[in-house]
C-alpha cells in the first residue's frame, strides 16, 4: 500500500492499495481514494494486515509446540511404512493399481 | 572405561557393525524391498535372508521400542496442553487402544502399526480440541480447522495399513521370518 503524490495533486496524496488479482502474475495497484475517504481506505488495510500477522504469529506458535512430536510420528510412520512394505513383498505380494495383491506363482 | 574400537572399513567386522547401525538396516530394506517389488531377480530372497537375521537386529528393534514409546508419550502430553491428570487419562486411554489394536503374540510389525495408530489417535484428539476452541482471529481458527483435516487424514491411513495386514495375516505367510514371528520377538 502507499500514498502517492501527484504533480497538481493534493498534498496527502492519493491512496492505493497494492494487491494480486485473478489472472495477473503480478501484485497490481488498486487506487483506494484520497483525503479521508483514503485515510480511511488505509487505516482498513492496516488493520487487515495486523490481523494477518498476529494470525500467523498465533499458528506459528501452536505449531511450534508440537514440532518435536510432529517429527517423531512421522519417522515413525516412515518405519510402519517400510515394515509394512517388506512383509508385504516378502510375503508375495505385489502393489498394483492402488492395492496389494497375491503374486500368481510364488 | 575402555572405548571400543571402530572396525577397519571394508573387513567383516565393518560389514556386521553397519548391520547393527538403524539407519543402514533401514534404508538396506527399503532398497530390497523396492528392487523386489519391481521384480529384480533375487532381490526378494535377499529380503527375506535380511529379514530372517533378525537377532542380528536387535539394536534396531530396541530402537524402535524407543521410538514408539517416545513417540506416543509426547503426544499424550501434547493432548493433554499440560494438565498432569488430563495427560494420565490421555496415556491410559492410548494403552486401552494400543491393547485393543495388538493381536496375540504380537511382532514387532503388528507393534509398530498399533504404535502408529495410537499416535494418529493422540494428535487428531488434540487437533478436535484445538478447533473446537474460540478464538478472535478467524484466520488461526481457519488453520486449526486444516490442521484437524490432516490429523483425520493421517488417522485414516494408520488405521488402513493396520487393517490391512491384519486382513492378509488371516491369509497366512509364504515363508515364515523370524522378524514377524511373535516368539523370537518376545525372546529378543
Known amino acids: 500500500m502507499s500514498w502517492d503524490r501527484k504533480k497538481g495533486g493534493p498534498a496527502s496524496g492519493y491512496f492505493y ?7 495477473k502474475p503480478h501484485p497490481v495497484k488498486v487506487y483506494r481514494g484520497r483525503g479521508n475517504v483514503g485515510q480511511l481506505a488505509a487505516s482498513l ?3 487487515r494486515r495486523r490481523n494477518q500477522q498476529a494470525a500467523r504469529s498465533a499458528a506459528r ?8 512430536a510432529e517429527k517423531l ?18 510375503n508375495g505380494y505385489r502393489f498394483h493399481r492402488g492395492s496389494w495383491r497375491f503374486r500368481r506363482g510364488c | ?68 514409546a517416545k513417540t506416543e508419550a509426547l503426544w499424550a502430553n501434547a493432548a493433554s ?14 494403552a486401552a487402544l494400543r491393547t485393543q489394536l495388538l493381536p496375540p503374540n504380537a511382532t514387532i510389525l503388528d507393534q509398530i502399526l498399533a504404535s502408529a495408530v495410537v499416535v494418529a489417535y493422540l494428535a487428531h484428539a ?34 488402513k495399513n493396520w487393517q490391512l495386514i491384519m486382513g492378509k495375516k488371516t491369509r497366512g505367510m ?15
Open chain 1, 73 to 90: 510420528a512421522e519417522e515413525l510412520n516412515d518405519w510402519a511404512r517400510l515394515l509394512m512394505d517388506a512383509w508385504l513383498v516378502a
Open chain 2, 126 to 159: 488434540r487437533a478436535a480440541l484445538r478447533a473446537a476452541g474460540t478464538t478472535d482471529i478467524p484466520a488461526l481458527q481457519t488453520a486449526r480447522e486444516r490442521w484437524l483435516s490432516e490429523a483425520q487424514k493421517r488417522l485414516l491411513s494408520a488405521l
Open chain 2, 174 to 188: 509364504r515363508t515364515p521370518l523370524k522378524l514377524f514371528d511373535a516368539a523370537q520377538a518376545a525372546a529378543s
Open chain 1, 61 to 68: 506458535a501452536e505449531a511450534a509446540a508440537t514440532t518435536e
Open chain 2, 1 to 68: 572405561m575402555a572405548v571400543k574400537a571402530k572396525p577397519k572399513e571394508g573387513t567383516p567386522a565393518w560389514e556386521r557393525s553397519l548391520r547393527e547401525n538403524p539407519t543402514f538396516a533401514k534404508e538396506a530394506i527399503r532398497s530390497l524391498t523396492m528392487r523386489a517389488a519391481n521384480g529384480e531377480p533375487g532381490a526378494s530372497e535377499q529380503l527375506v535372508v535380511w529379514l530372517k537375521d533378525f537377532p542380528e537386529h536387535k539394536s534396531e528393534v530396541k530402537a524402535l521400542d524407543d521410538l514408539m
Open chain 1, 45 to 47: 488495510v492496516d488493520s
Open chain 2, 81 to 94: 496442553f499440560g494438565d498432569k491428570l488430563a495427560e494420565q487419562a490421555a496415556r491410559d486411554e492410548a
Open chain 1, 17 to 23: 492499495e497494492s494487491m494480486r488479482i485473478e489472472g
